[in-house]
């Protein structure tokens, strides 16, 4: 996790805010609450940065293989009322953990700068007012019961 954290450092400093694109392994997950077993995997990430850094967990998306989280790393930008009608980029690293050494490796994915900021505006649009982390779980089925609607007031009129 050193190596992972230079590199969170130096991205930091280099563009203040990062988005971190994690990718773990579904069996390393209780079925049972993806959540926090996400949460569990990804504390010792969490604890190192929470008072360097102002964190914000967006998502989980969960997958037969593979479970993704989004992780905001200083994002101003970012407002939960407007995040549905916004595309924040941010300067994405991948974070996989490795399914069979268990290591831990970063590294820039700019190919997911505007394709994960879309991706987010759309969980906050079919996730209603749902609190983040969103959940997106693809394996027992995905239900947007009340979706927030794109379409702000004055856009309906014309």
């Not at 360097?52 to 593979?66: K, M």
């Not at 505006?121 to 079919?126: I, K, M, Q, T, V």
Request: glycine share 4%; proline share 5%; hydrophobic share 35%.
């Amino acid at each position: 996790m050193e190596e992972v954290n230079r590199v969170i450092s130096d991205a930091i400093k280099t563009h203040h805010s990062i988005r971190i694109l994690g990718d773990l392994p579904t069996e390393r997950l209780d079925c049972e609450d993806y959540l926090a077993s996400t949460r569990r995997i990804i504390s010792n990430l969490i604890t190192f940065w929470e008072n360097r850094a102002e964190l914000r967990l967006l998502a989980v998306e969960v997958w037969p293989r593979h479970c993704y989280f989004a992780l905001d790393f200083n994002n101003d930008e970012y407002d939960y009322q407007t995040a549905h009608a916004q595309v924040i980029v941010m300067p994405v690293y991948l974070l996989r953990l490795s399914r069979r050494s268990g290591a831990w490796r970063i590294f820039r994915h700019k190919p997911g700068d505007t394709q994960l900021a879309k991706r987010i505006a759309d969980l906050h649009e079919g996730n209603g007012q749902n609190p983040i982390p969103f959940l997106e779980d693809h394996i027992k089925g995905v239900t947007h019961y009340s979706p927030r609607n794109r379409q702000q007031p004055n856009d309906a009129l014309e």
